[in-house]
C-alpha cells in the first residue's frame, strides 16, 4: 500500500515565524552547493576520478608511444638501394658498405631488417631479414596503383575508432556514474524522510533542479579535467595535428554533453522518485541507463556507416556523441550541428517538465513503487 506524505499547508515556507523561506534562486543555489559538496568530500569519488584521469593521460602517452614506435622502421641500406628508399616515410635508415655488414646489424638486434639492391623484381631492392620482415616496412616499399578519393577526410580506420570510443565513453561514463548519483541521492532522502523537511521550505521543483544543476557541474568538471589529460597527453607525444584535428569536435561535445546530460540526469531523477528503498533503485534506472549504453555501442560498432551517424546525430540520446564525432571526420553540413543542438535543446525542455511532474508527485510516497500511470497523473494507487 503506497502512503502519502500530506506536505503542510504553509509548503514553501520556513516554519518558523519571523523567518523568511528562501527564494527560489537562492534555494536552487543552495541545493546546488550542498550536492557538489557532498561529491567532493567522497573519498571514493576524488580517488574513482584521479584514477580515471591518470588512465587517460597514460593511454594517451602510450598509445602515441606505440604510434610512434609503429610508425618508424629501424633499417640498414646497402649502396644504391638508399636512392629507391630516401622518399619512403618512417624509415630510420643506416647505410651500410655491403650486405654483410647490414647482416652484422640485423644479428645485433640494432636494425628490424635491411634493405639492398637487387634488380630482379619491380621494387629494384630486396628486404632481409632475421626471422620475420616487419609488415609496416613490406607495405611501405609495395608497389601500389595511385589511388583518386572522390571523397575523403583522411581519418584512417584506427583513428576514426578511436575518436569514436573517446567520445562514447567518456560520455557513457559520466552519465551513468553522476545519474547513480542523482537516483541514490532522490531515494536516500525519501528514505530518510529528509525529503519531507526539505519540502517544507522550499519547492519540489527547485530541489530537482539544485541537484541536476549541482551533478550537471560535477560532470562538466570532470570532462573538462579528461580533455586537459587529452591535451597533455597528445602534447607530450608531440601529436599536434590530432590535437589541432579534435579542437573543433571537442567545443562542439562539450555543447552537446551538458544538454544531453541534463536530459538524463532529469529522467535519472524521475525514476529514482518512484521507489522508497536503496535496493529498488537498480531495476528503476535501468530504462535509463540503457538510454545511455546503446548510443556507445553503437558508436562502436557503426562508427563506420555514415547513414546510422547521421540518424543519430539527430536522435536526443545519441545526438551529444553522434554529431561530435561526423564534426570530426569532417561529414556534417556547418548547419547540422545548429539543427541537432536545436533538437537536443527543445527535447530537454521536453523530458524537465516531464520528469518534474513524475518527480513531484511520487517525491512525497512511500511504500510500495509508484507506478509510472499515477506519478503522472498525480494519484494514487
Not at 524522510?193 to 541536476?212: D, H, M, Q, Y
Not at 590535437?243 to 554533453?257: E, H, N, R, S, T
Request: include cysteine; charged fraction near 15%; glycine fraction near 8%.
Amino acid at each position: 500500500m503506497t502512503g502519502i506524505i500530506t506536505r503542510p499547508a504553509d509548503a514553501g515556507h520556513d516554519p518558523r515565524p519571523g523567518t523568511p523561506a528562501p527564494s527560489d534562486t537562492t534555494a536552487v543555489w543552495l541545493v546546488t552547493e550542498r550536492e557538489i559538496l557532498a561529491r567532493l568530500r567522497s573519498k571514493p569519488f576524488l580517488i574513482s576520478t584521479a584514477v580515471l584521469l591518470i588512465v587517460v593521460l597514460g593511454f594517451m602517452i602510450v598509445s602515441g608511444v606505440l604510434s610512434d614506435r609503429q610508425s618508424t622502421s629501424q633499417v640498414a641500406v646497402v649502396g644504391s638501394a638508399a636512392d629507391r628508399v630516401a622518399s619512403v616515410p618512417g624509415l630510420d635508415i643506416t647505410r651500410v658498405d655491403d650486405r654483410a655488414a647490414a647482416v652484422r646489424l640485423i644479428n645485433a638486434g640494432t636494425v628490424d631488417a635491411a634493405i639492398v639492391p637487387d634488380g630482379s623484381n619491380p621494387t629494384g631492392v630486396k628486404i632481409i631479414a632475421a626471422e620475420s620482415a616487419p609488415s609496416s616496412l613490406v607495405q611501405q616499399l609495395s608497389v601500389r596503383p595511385p589511388v583518386e578519393l572522390l571523397q575523403s577526410n583522411g581519418v584512417s580506420d584506427s583513428l576514426r575508432y578511436c575518436a569514436a570510443l573517446g567520445f562514447g565513453l567518456v560520455f557513457f561514463i559520466s552519465a551513468v556514474t553522476f545519474g547513480g548519483t542523482i537516483a541514490q541521492s532522490v531515494v536516500e532522502e525519501k528514505q530518510t524522510r529528509i525529503v519531507e523537511i526539505l519540502l517544507s521550505t522550499i519547492a519540489a521543483p527547485v530541489l530537482l533542479t539544485g541537484k541536476i544543476l549541482g551533478n550537471s557541474v560535477l560532470a562538466f568538471g570532470q570532462v573538462v579535467l579528461l580533455g586537459a589529460c587529452a591535451v597533455v597527453g597528445t602534447t607530450i607525444t608531440g601529436d599536434g595535428e590530432l590535437l589541432g584535428a579534435l579542437g573543433a569536435p571537442i567545443a562542439w561535445f562539450v555543447i552537446f554533453f551538458v544538454l544531453g546530460f541534463i536530459l538524463l540526469a532529469s529522467l535519472y531523477a524521475a525514476a529514482a522518485s518512484l521507489v522508497s528503498r536503496q535496493e529498488d533503485v537498480q531495476a528503476t534506472v535501468t530504462p535509463v541507463t540503457m538510454l545511455v549504453m546503446i548510443p556507445y555501442f553503437l558508436m562502436i560498432f557503426l562508427n563506420g556507416n555514415p547513414l546510422a551517424m547521421t540518424i543519430m546525430s539527430y536522435v536526443p540520446f545519441s545526438a551529444a556523441v553522434a554529431m561530435p564525432f561526423r564534426i570530426f571526420l569532417s561529414d556534417a553540413s556547418w548547419w547540422e550541428p545548429l539543427l541537432s543542438l536545436l533538437v537536443l535543446l527543445l527535447s530537454t525542455a521536453a523530458v524537465i517538465l516531464l520528469a518534474a511532474r513524475i518527480y513531484r508527485n511520487a517525491l512525497l510516497r512511500t511504500g510500495a513503487r509508484v507506478s509510472l500511470r499515477d506519478a503522472l497523473r498525480g494519484t494514487d494507487s
